[in-house]
T-cell receptor, first 114, second 112 residues
Framework: DGGITQSPKYLFRKEGQNVTLSCEQN?????MYWYRQDPGQGLRLIYY???????QKGDIAEGYSVSREKKESFPLTVTSAQKNPTAFYLC?????????????FGPGTRLTVT | GQNIDQPTEMTATEGAIVQINCTYQ??????LFWYQQHAGEAPTFLSY????GLEEKGRFSSFLSRSKGYSYLLLKELQMKDSASYLC?????????????FGAGTRLAVHP
């Protein structure tokens, strides 16, 4: 079964700690994305990567970092510099071979920082 | 700037038809997507429009008018399971890459 996995589903951290959210896909997609979703707001793009070893800042990259060492994996680190890290984080992937460039989403990780 | 507007909430009755509107003002346009998202879950793809007109897929249809910066999602024969948020997203070319700009979503409640 092809898809995107994110773990864990729920994550709790103390303020001041860095935390890394995992995202793995076996769809053989080149492009991967990280979004943040807050109540009453649309998905906002944090980082995206079109190919391995390359990534670009999205609209709200401050306080986050990513790596793309393997095609299948695109982990997101929420650093202590992120002022409001509590949110629902969604990872997605897409393929340029797909004419619609549809993005497939993982199940999400809900991060709570206290 | 990039702006996508959708109504915040809508209610409808089981078996009825509902139309969810989306207007957009973006720098560039390379297609419009509709996604369904149940609470606490991942968005799932519903439809994609890149040319003007109506795309029909079972109980769901999506319409696009590029000249008016307008789209709607039409849901027919509503079922209780259609209670969810519906996200409108526009694909734009920015910084050498394609990316999606999302609206805030429309929360639809279907009542018996």
């Amino acid at each position: 079964d092809g898809g995107i996995t994110q773990s864990p589903k729920y994550l709790f951290r103390k303020e001041g700690q860095n935390v890394t959210l995992s995202c793995e896909q076996n769809l053989n997609h080149d492009a991967m994305y990280w979004y943040r979703q807050d109540p009453g707001q649309g998905l906002r793009l944090i980082y995206y990567s079109q190919i391995v070893n390359d990534f670009q800042k999205g609209d709200i990259a401050e306080g986050y970092s990513v790596s793309r060492e393997k095609k299948e994996s695109f982990p997101l680190t929420v650093t202590s510099a992120q002022k409001n890290p509590t949110a629902f984080y969604l990872c997605a992937s897409s393929s340029p071979q797909d004419n619609s460039y549809e993005q497939y989403f993982g199940p999400g990780t809900r991060l709570t920082v206290t | 700037g990039q702006n996508i507007d959708q109504p915040t909430e809508m209610t409808a009755t089981e078996g009825a038809i509902v139309q969810i509107n989306c207007t957009y003002q973006t720098s560039g346009f390379n297609g419009l997507f509709w996604y369904q998202q149940h609470a606490g879950e991942a968005p799932t793809f519903l439809s994609y429009n890149v040319l003007d007109g109506l795309e029909e897929k079972g109980r769901f249809s999506s319409f696009l008018s590029r000249s008016k910066g307008y789209s709607y999602l039409l849901l027919k024969e509503l079922q209780m399971k259609d209670s969810a948020s519906y996200l409108c997203a526009v694909r734009v070319f920015s910084g050498g890459y394609y990316k999606l700009i999302f609206g805030a979503g429309t929360r639809l409640a279907v009542h018996p």
